[in-house]
């Protein structure tokens, strides 16, 4: 399979989704967990535990920690409902939880939009070298800086 665009989920199907694969995990959707989803969820680029804490707190009306939502997010992270920008120490959400591909990101260097895409080609061509070199356990990130079409 070459590169492509994977369909995405918005609203209530996303978090019908979202909800579907944590629990599928192994994994309470709690009242905490759905209101960090839906702060990423709502925001256009990738963010910070920081600026999703500030979010949270602000729906919830009351401070929340920082720590508790880095919690989440690698919870989010590990059942593919939300992936890691390394470079901006950033999360997105993922809109398509039930597919599992390595991601590639395209990030803005202008406006800081993300955009993924999927190329198992490219990325099995990383696992694989990876492997001849003695690597297990591989997850492959691979993060393209430019300019988006917007800003180009």
Known sequence: MGAHLDHHLAGDRLVDAARNALVHAGEQWTDMRADVFAALAALQKPASAYDIARNVSA???????????????????RTNLARRVESANAYVVNSHPGCRHDCI????????????????????????????????????????????????
């Open 59 to 77: 729906l919830r009306d009351k401070p929340v920690a920082p720590n508790s939502v880095y919690r989440i997010l690698d919870l989010f992270v």
């Open 105 to 152: 990101f395209l990030i803005c260097d202008s406006c800081g939009q993300a955009m993924h895409l999927d190329d198992d080609v490219l990325t099995g061509a990383l696992r694989q070298a990876a492997a001849a070199a003695g690597f297990a356990e591989v997850r492959p990130v691979v993060e393209i800086r430019g300019l988006c079409r917007e800003c180009a």
